[in-house]
């Protein structure tokens, strides 16, 4: 499948962003709203590099590395001269993410982006199926709200459990076929969400092009499910990285045109059949 990906952004930015707002919905689940300065706007699947360390006297060494972290909701660009609040949702994974999850609103924060490829929209008269698993369920909102209007759009979420579901209200709101699964059946239905996506695409209905961020994993089994069906696939891969811009190879991975691609300049967003899955965890 060609990728003739949406343009993005050429120069992103390196700005101090205020933290608006820090609400605790889960446990260890956190939607972070930072107001940015001359925000450009960002595509759906875009991503920032949040550094996490405070500005004072740790400055970048406690993390020394920003942290990877998708554009939930705030795709549109500030007024001129002023500020955008863009949303964030995330899970407490280590060092770096508690230290997102205590900031206070009205403290400071370094920020790099917009960063990366955006997912290829949906195609009018196609039947999407975004799949989110885990932390991957926030880089698709912004897509899931732009195809309502001229696609059938089913949007899974799944998580270990209830709890570690995210935003399901906002895709709810959005007035999209909201699918959720957990493994341990707290939430929806009880199982995986590839097991709710094979019964979908049995389902009579317009083509399926599938759009997938999770674990990998998870996108391998929707990558394996579109490639014995035919089927368009997308996929937001969220390897651990460095930089974010190139620099470090920190992010590589194996693609089937040959060596390797790097996830933060090239990705996240690639079509499934262009990654080497097989070695990928
Ligand atoms: C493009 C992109 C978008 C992302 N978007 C989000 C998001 O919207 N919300 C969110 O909560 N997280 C997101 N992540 C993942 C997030 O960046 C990592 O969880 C975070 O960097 C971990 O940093 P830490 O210091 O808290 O943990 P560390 O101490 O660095 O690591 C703690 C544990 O988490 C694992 N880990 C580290 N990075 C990742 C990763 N990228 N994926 C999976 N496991 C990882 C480590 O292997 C380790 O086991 C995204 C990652 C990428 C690449
Ligand atoms: S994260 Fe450094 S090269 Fe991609």
């Known amino acids: 499948m060609t990728n003739s990906k949406p343009p993005v952004p050429s120069r992103p930015l390196r700005v101090a962003a205020e933290v608006v707002e820090n609400a605790v919905e889960g446990p260890g ?10 925000w450009p706007g960002a595509e759906p699947g875009q991503f920032v590099m949040l550094s996490p360390g405070g500005s004072s006297e740790a400055e970048r060494t406690d993390p020394l590395l920003p942290r990877p972290m998708a554009v939930y909701r705030g795709h549109a660009a500030a007024p001129p001269g002023g500020r955008a609040e863009v949303e964030f949702l995330l899970k407490v994974a280590g060092r770096g993410t508690r230290l997102l999850a205590d900031l206070a609103p009205g403290q400071s924060i370094r920020l790099v982006g917009p960063l990366g490829s955006a997912f290829v929209p949906v195609a009018p ?13 926030a880089s698709l909102y912004e897509l899931a709200s732009r195809g309502t209007e001229d696609a059938e759009v089913h949007v899974i979420l799944g998580a270990r459990s209830d709890g570690d579901l995210m935003g399901v ?3 709810m709101a959005l007035g999209v076929n909201c699918h959720i699964t957990t493994e341990d059946g707290s939430r929806g239905r009880k199982g995986r969400v590839t097991d709710t996506l094979g019964e979908l695409l049995e ?9 997938a961020c999770g674990p990998t994993p998870m996108m391998h089994a929707c990558a394996k499910i579109a490639f014995e069906r035919q089927l368009e696939c997308q996929v937001s891969l969220e ?5 974010g811009f190139g620099v470090c190879l920190g992010c590589a991975v194996p693609v089937h045109s040959g060596g390797y691609s790097l996830v ?18």
């Open 125 to 137: 008269g196609k039947r999407a199926i975004l799949v989110g698993g885990g932390t991957g369920i």
């Open 239 to 243: 390897n651990n990285m460095a930089c």
């Open 264 to 281: 933060c300049r090239a990705g996240p967003v690639y079509s499934a059949d262009q990654v080497v899955w097989e070695g990928l965890s």
């Open 203 to 211: 389902a009579p209905g317009p083509p399926a092009a599938l759009f």
């Open 29 to 38: 689940n956190h939607r972070l709203v930072l107001a940015i300065p001359g």
């Open 169 to 171: 209200d906002d895709f």
